[in-house]
């Protein structure tokens, strides 16, 4: 009600006034509530105004055509579908009629699922057939030997039958293999490889291939070929049931070393009839028709037993077909399919996890609705609620940094003087009692009129005559020589029995620290100790008064007496800091309480207008339609690889392809970077009157940055910057408007309606040239951030590690520059809401502002932020809490904690917008005050 408002706004002003005037060169804040005028007469924000930076709004307008040019041109030729297509093994795109350098058509296409690479699978299997002492012995033995004398060591050092420079032991093949069981083995191996025995005799451990299928398993993408099929169910069984299946014959790539010597053993007359038998008969598999799959029958054969699933996004994800499943138990067979799929986690569980969310969180969009409703409210309340309790806030969170300080000084003391074997709570806690006796009893001999003497104690401490009353822990000591219902050993230790131990004092037993033995006791304390009354410690050792950090006896926990050194000294920096810090609130007491008041009147503006908070949000829906719209344009530009980009010849091997981890590769020596593949049909060059296979290949990445998309993102940082910068400017004039209404005209809906229409008029009526200047400026740096990064991923992937981290230094710089540039046009347009001047002027009257207040800006800049984090703990924490509460009232069944993420996220943006408002508040009245 009024009477409370004004009797509020009262006590803020007195105690503005008291915290001002203790400055003799500050004048006293005009009374909050009145009409507070200028030298010219007229409230600042009432004065007459004219339109500031016009030329930047015709620049903004020649940026938009631009933008508006460059984007019809990327929808012509663009084709955003590329960014999120299902790609194949050569990168190609499911469902798309035409591809790079003449790659398939894969109209109709839609499924990315994956077939049996069979050169990966099959090559183990030749290997041990060539490099078998059968084989050896044709290749090698004998006048009918196939290779001459000249090639033969080299067939021994390319199956490492023999050492050579290629090898480093023999290859773990399967076992050597003789004439008596090479055929029936290859039979037995390639009949399960190729599905001519039951499929479960191939996942089994028990089958020819043994535990071949764990290494398929553990190395999925190698054994599998990524292609784009009709649909999920083009399986082995599919096959079986086509028309028009193709087969195909294995053949061995030529850049293998081994290929020739297959070659050989399939053409030669001389090879045994059996061997030949085998090759012919054993490596020919069955391969789906082209209708279904539009590649090369090599890369169309299907893994047998191997089933898949639909997932969204077109994407498959593998499965174990049912004959298998009742051949080995679903457990095994589930745990199979999962270790498959698990090879596979990229983009098609991504998609699949996002469409379970989405459609969780579809469930419960009432409880949703319910949750933003609440948090909203509950921000509200938190504003009403920080006028009263700012102050206890502020000063609370300013001692606690202090208290952290001299904690952390504790804990590095704590750590250098840790004895071995101790932990780091107990060093500080026996600590901490030293400290509080040693206080205790020099407080006790000064109220006394006498002086504390030092205890020492010397060798084990049987002559010790000190008054130490505790246990290294604490424990408090019992009397000795008494029976005692709480430690029954007390009355053992008697003058009687230790005549020399000094148990008494003026004729009666006490409860001091002490070393009681005898000179024949064969085991005796190393030091004082006394008897406690504590359930589970009966006994503990004591040190003497003024001994903080005892002796470690079996040495420290950190061994190195350097470090124990360093960690003393940083010590002693923390409670120097802690010192500095200290005066530094005594000097500056009377600013933090000027800084506490200029918060409780923002605090006390958002509370009184709370339409205000619709500017913030405004501005999000707007961020949110405009980045939405960027990114659609965007995605036509991004997706116009040029055909030039990607290198389209072949390559001798993997790493001139993909490159090492010091050399770049020919296919990766660009960002963005595309990918490597193998190509079943090698490309043979003549190099120095030799054929060599050229099999590796390059794909084109999905994207691409050029100049274009370039014009493109800048136009998007300047809008998002404008964007910010209306907001600003909104709150800034609201702030000033409603910090000139008299109190009696303050509260109600039409006021807080009242100053964010006037401010939304100014903004855009007189200064949005201004705030679009001021934009700009934040966009460049922004900008050639970007391009640093660019060509920092350029670095990269060319290896060029001291360009790589110039760069990165480089982008830290203009990061630094740009948090300076965001404060000071923040500033900025504070004094152009208020005083209507132009960019230019207002950064000047702000930068001078501050500089000129540094100490008091600081102050109120710090304090500002510790409200910032608690009113986001407590926003985020309540929306959270309350939003849970909701979820289980309204929807018992649904899962937890995907709701309660977004809950959190719900009540993160919540506090985003009351304490964004709540700051720049802050920061307005803090430049009010200083006119």
């Given at each position: 009600?009024?009477?409370?408002?004004q009797?509020?706004d009262s006590?803020?002003n007195?105690e503005?006034?008291?915290?001002?005037?203790?400055?003799?060169d500050?004048?006293?804040?005009s009374?909050?509530g009145s009409?507070?005028?200028?030298s010219s007469?007229k409230?600042?924000?009432?004065?007459?105004?004219g339109?500031?930076?016009?030329?930047c709004?015709?620049?903004?307008?020649?940026?938009?055509?631009?933008?508006?040019?460059?984007t019809?041109?990327?929808?012509q030729d663009?084709n955003?579908?590329k960014?999120?297509?299902?790609?194949?093994?050569?990168?190609a795109?499911?469902d798309?009629?035409?591809?790079w350098?003449?790659g398939?058509d894969l109209?109709?296409?839609k499924k990315?699922?994956?077939?049996?690479?069979?050169?990966a699978t099959t090559?183990?299997?030749?290997?041990?057939?060539l490099?078998?002492s059968?084989v050896?012995?044709?290749?090698?033995?004998?006048?009918t030997?196939?290779l001459?004398?000249?090639?033969?060591?080299?067939?021994?050092?390319?199956?490492?039958l023999?050492?050579?420079?290629?090898c480093?032991?023999?290859?773990?093949s399967?076992?050597?293999?003789?004439?008596?069981?090479?055929?029936?083995t290859m039979?037995?191996?390639?009949?399960?490889?190729?599905?001519?025995s039951?499929?479960?005799?191939?996942?089994s451990?028990?089958?020819s291939n043994?535990?071949?299928?764990?290494?398929?398993?553990?190395?999925?993408?190698k054994?599998?070929n990524?292609v784009?099929?009709p649909d999920c169910?083009?399986?082995?069984?599919k096959?079986n049931?086509?028309s028009?299946?193709?087969?195909?014959?294995?053949?061995?790539?030529?850049?293998n070393?081994?290929?020739r010597?297959?070659?050989?053993l399939?053409t030669?007359s001389?090879?045994?009839?059996?061997?030949?038998?085998?090759i012919?008969?054993?490596?020919?598999?069955?391969s789906l028709?082209?209708s279904l799959?539009?590649?090369?029958?090599s890369?169309c054969?299907?893994?047998?037993?191997?089933?898949?699933?639909?997932?969204p996004?077109?994407y498959?994800?593998?499965?174990i077909s049912?004959s298998?499943t009742?051949a080995?138990?679903?457990?095994?067979?589930a745990?199979?399919?999962g270790i498959?799929?698990?090879?596979?986690?990229?983009e098609s569980n991504?998609?699949?996890?996002?469409?379970?969310?989405?459609?969780?969180l579809a469930r419960?969009?009432?409880?949703?609705?319910?949750v933003?409703?609440i948090?909203?409210?509950?921000?509200?309340v938190y504003?009403?609620?920080l006028?009263f309790f700012?102050?206890?806030?502020?000063w609370?969170?300013?001692?606690m940094i202090?208290?952290?300080?001299?904690?952390?000084?504790g804990?590095?003391w704590?750590?250098?003087?840790?004895?071995a074997?101790t932990?780091?709570?107990?060093?500080?806690?026996?600590?901490?009692v030293?400290?509080?006796v040693?206080?205790q009893a020099?407080?006790?001999a000064a109220m006394?009129?006498?002086q504390?003497?030092?205890?020492r104690?010397?060798g084990?401490?049987a002559n010790?005559?000190g008054i130490?009353?505790?246990?290294?822990?604490g424990y408090?000591?019992?009397?000795w020589?008494?029976a005692n219902?709480?430690?029954a050993?007390a009355?053992?230790?008697t003058t009687s029995a230790?005549?020399?131990?000094?148990?008494?004092?003026?004729?009666?037993?006490?409860?001091?620290?002490?070393n009681?033995?005898?000179?024949?006791d064969a085991?005796k304390?190393s030091?004082?100790?006394?008897?406690t009354?504590?359930?589970?410690?009966k006994w503990?050792?004591?040190?003497?008064?003024?001994?903080?950090?005892?002796?470690?006896?079996?040495?420290?926990?950190?061994?190195?007496?350097?470090?124990?050194?360093?960690?003393?000294?940083?010590?002693?920096?923390f409670?120097?800091?802690?010192?500095a810090?200290l005066i530094?609130i005594c000097?500056?007491?009377?600013r933090?309480?000027?800084?506490?008041a200029?918060?409780k009147?923002a605090?006390?503006?958002?509370?009184q207008s709370?339409?205000?908070t619709l500017?913030?949000?405004l501005?999000?829906i707007t961020?949110?339609?405009?980045?939405?719209?960027?990114?659609?344009?965007a995605?036509?530009?991004l997706s116009?690889?040029?055909?030039?980009y990607?290198?389209?010849?072949g390559?001798?091997?993997?790493?001139?392809a993909a490159?090492?981890?010091?050399?770049?590769g020919k296919?990766t020596?660009?960002?963005?970077t595309?990918s490597?593949?193998?190509?079943d049909n090698?490309?043979?060059?003549e190099?120095?009157g030799?054929?060599?296979?050229r099999c590796?290949?390059c794909?084109?990445?999905?994207?691409?940055?050029?100049?274009?998309f370039?014009?493109?993102?800048?136009?998007?940082l300047?809008?998002?910057?404008?964007?910010?910068?209306?907001g600003?400017?909104?709150?800034?004039?609201?702030v000033?408007?409603w910090?000139f209404?008299?109190?009696?005209?303050?509260?109600?809906?039409?006021?807080?309606?009242?100053?964010?229409?006037?401010?939304?008029w100014n903004v855009?009526?007189y200064?949005f040239?201004?705030?679009?200047?001021?934009?700009?400026?934040i966009?460049?740096?922004?900008?050639?951030r970007?391009?640093?990064?660019?060509f920092?991923?350029?670095?990269e992937?060319?290896?060029?590690?001291?360009?790589?981290?110039?760069?990165?230094?480089c982008?830290?710089?203009?990061?630094?520059?740009?948090?300076?540039?965001?404060?000071?046009?923040?500033?900025?347009?504070i004094?152009?809401?208020?005083k209507?001047?132009?960019f230019?002027t207002?950064?000047?009257?702000?930068?001078?502002?501050?500089?000129?207040?540094?100490?008091?800006f600081?102050?109120?800049?710090?304090?500002?932020?510790?409200?910032?984090?608690?009113g986001?703990?407590?926003i985020i924490?309540?929306?959270?809490?309350?939003?849970?509460?909701?979820?289980?009232?309204?929807h018992e069944?649904?899962?937890?904690?995907?709701?309660?993420?977004?809950?959190v996220?719900?009540?993160?943006?919540?506090?985003?917008i009351?304490m964004?408002?709540f700051?720049?508040?802050?920061?307005?009245?803090a430049?009010?005050y200083r006119?």
């Open positions: 009600d009024l009477q409370a408002l009797a509020l006590f803020l007195r503005v006034q008291h915290m001002a005037s203790q400055d003799e500050e004048q006293p804040l009374p909050i009409d507070k005028q200028t007469g409230s600042p924000i009432a004065g007459d105004r339109c500031t930076d016009v030329y709004v015709v620049v903004y307008g020649v940026a938009w055509v631009a933008f508006i040019v460059v019809l041109a990327g929808v663009g955003p579908h960014l999120y297509l299902p790609r194949d093994y050569s990168g795109y499911c798309a009629k035409t591809n350098n003449n398939p109209d109709g296409f990315l699922s994956y077939t049996m690479n069979v050169t090559d183990l299997i030749v290997k041990q057939f490099c078998s059968a050896r012995d044709v290749m090698t033995t004998g006048a030997a196939l001459p004398a000249s090639e033969q060591s080299a067939y021994l050092c390319d199956c490492c023999s050492p050579c420079a290629k480093i032991g023999s290859f773990k399967g076992g050597d293999l003789s004439s008596a069981n090479l055929q029936s039979t037995g191996k390639m009949s399960e490889l190729n599905g001519q039951s499929p479960a005799n191939f996942f451990g028990s089958g043994g535990n071949f299928f764990s290494s398929v398993l553990n190395d999925a993408t054994y599998f990524k784009c099929l169910n083009t399986d082995f069984s096959m049931s086509s028009g299946r193709r087969s195909y014959v294995y053949a061995m790539s030529p850049d070393p081994l290929s010597y297959w070659d050989l399939k030669s001389t090879t045994p009839t059996y061997m030949k038998e085998t012919n008969s054993q490596f020919t598999f069955a028709p082209s799959c539009p590649y090369n029958e890369k054969v299907p893994m047998p037993g191997i089933t898949f699933e639909e997932q996004g077109g498959c994800s593998v499965a049912s298998v009742d080995l138990g679903s457990s095994a067979t745990a199979f399919g498959v799929n698990q090879a596979f986690t990229n991504a998609v699949a996890g996002f469409g379970e969310a989405a459609g969780e419960i969009i009432d409880t949703i609705a319910l933003c409703i948090s909203f409210i509950f921000g509200i504003m009403v609620l006028r700012v102050g206890v806030c502020v609370a969170a300013v001692f202090l208290f952290v300080l001299m904690l952390s000084g804990a590095t704590a750590r250098a003087h840790q004895c074997g932990s780091l709570f107990d060093t500080g806690k026996q600590a901490s030293g400290v509080a040693y206080a020099v407080g006790s006394n009129g006498q504390f003497k030092s205890e104690v010397e084990d401490g010790y005559t130490q009353q505790r246990t290294k822990s408090s000591c019992i009397t020589g008494e219902t709480a430690n050993q009355a053992a230790y230790y005549p020399n131990s000094n148990l008494k004092t003026d004729g009666s037993y006490h409860n001091y620290c002490r009681p033995y005898n000179a024949g085991y304390a030091t004082i100790w006394c008897l009354a504590d359930y589970e410690v503990e050792e004591c040190s003497p008064i003024g001994v903080i950090a005892p002796e470690c006896r079996n040495g420290y926990e950190i061994s190195d007496e350097w470090l124990r050194e360093l960690l003393k000294v940083v010590t002693w920096i409670w120097i800091l802690a010192l810090y530094v000097c500056v007491c009377s933090i309480r000027l800084a506490i200029v918060n009147v605090a006390a503006f958002v509370a709370p339409l205000v500017v913030p949000i501005q999000a961020a949110m339609c405009w980045i939405i719209l960027w990114c659609f344009c995605a036509f530009l116009q690889v040029p055909e030039s990607t290198p389209t010849v390559y001798a091997t993997y790493a001139e490159g090492t981890n010091e050399t770049p296919c020596d660009k960002w963005p595309g490597v593949w193998k190509d090698c490309t043979m060059v190099v120095n030799t054929i060599e296979p590796w290949k794909a084109p990445p999905r994207y691409v940055f050029d100049t274009r370039a014009c493109s993102f800048f136009m998007f300047w809008n998002n910057q404008v964007n910010v910068a209306l600003q400017c909104i709150v800034a004039g609201a000033a408007a910090f209404t008299p109190n009696q005209d303050k509260g109600g809906l039409d006021m807080g309606r009242g100053v964010v229409k006037r401010s939304i855009f009526r200064h040239g201004s705030l679009a200047v001021g934009a700009f400026v966009a460049v740096v922004q900008f050639i970007a391009v640093m990064y660019y920092q991923k350029q670095a992937a060319q290896k060029n590690k001291v360009a790589e981290i110039a760069l990165k230094i982008q830290c710089c203009m990061w630094c520059l740009e948090k300076c540039l965001k404060f000071m046009t923040k500033n900025a347009y004094q152009i809401a208020i209507g001047t132009n230019c207002s950064a000047r009257a702000a930068f001078f502002i501050i500089l000129n207040n540094a100490i008091r600081a102050t109120i800049i710090f304090l500002s932020g510790i409200i910032h984090w608690i986001f703990l407590c924490s309540v929306t959270g809490g309350l939003g849970y509460l909701c979820l289980a009232a309204m069944e649904a899962k937890v904690v995907i709701p309660v993420i977004l809950f996220i719900i009540g993160y943006f919540m506090s985003m009351f964004n408002v700051g720049l508040a802050v920061d307005c009245v430049v009010l006119m």
